[in-house]
């Protein structure tokens, strides 16, 4: 079974960087893999953060655009996130999604059915 784990989070001031990752065990093909990073506060609901599909073309949610930059190695079958700019409005929990083939749209959480136990952000 599909495996995610995310780590870089931690706290960070406003205007600054992160970078988090995503490492994907229990693979047998990835030539289809589709993968996004969503985010938490907790009582509220899922916010797409970003996703790749399985040419390396990204998706942006609007508020990440230009701030925030997707990115995969396919060959340790990792993905990334760029963090740039930080606000205190980016802190949540960061989940790692993935599939092993496109389900629906890209920014859409039941387009996946691999989830990470996700990492905290905390910009101040």
């Known amino acids: 079974d599909v495996q995610l784990v995310e780590s870089g989070g931690g706290s960070v001031q406003t205007g600054g960087s992160l970078r988090l990752s995503c490492l994907a065990s229990?693979?047998?093909?990835?030539?289809?893999?589709?993968m996004a990073w969503f985010r938490q506060v907790p009582g509220t609901k899922q916010v797409a953060v970003a996703a790749?599909?399985?040419?390396?073309?990204?998706t942006y949610g609007d508020p990440m655009k230009g701030r925030f930059t997707i990115s995969r190695d396919s060959t340790k079958n990792t993905l990334y996130l760029q963090m740039d700019g930080l606000k205190p409005e980016d802190t949540a929990r960061y989940f790692c999604?993935?599939?092993?083939?496109?389900?629906?749209?890209?920014?859409?959480?039941?387009?996946?059915?691999?989830w990470g136990q996700g990492t905290q952000v905390t910009v101040s």
């Open positions: 999604a993935a599939d092993l083939r496109v389900r629906g749209p890209p920014l859409a959480p039941t387009s996946y059915g691999y």
């Open positions: 229990g693979l047998t093909h990835n030539e289809n893999l589709v």
């Open positions: 790749i599909d399985s040419r390396d073309v990204p």
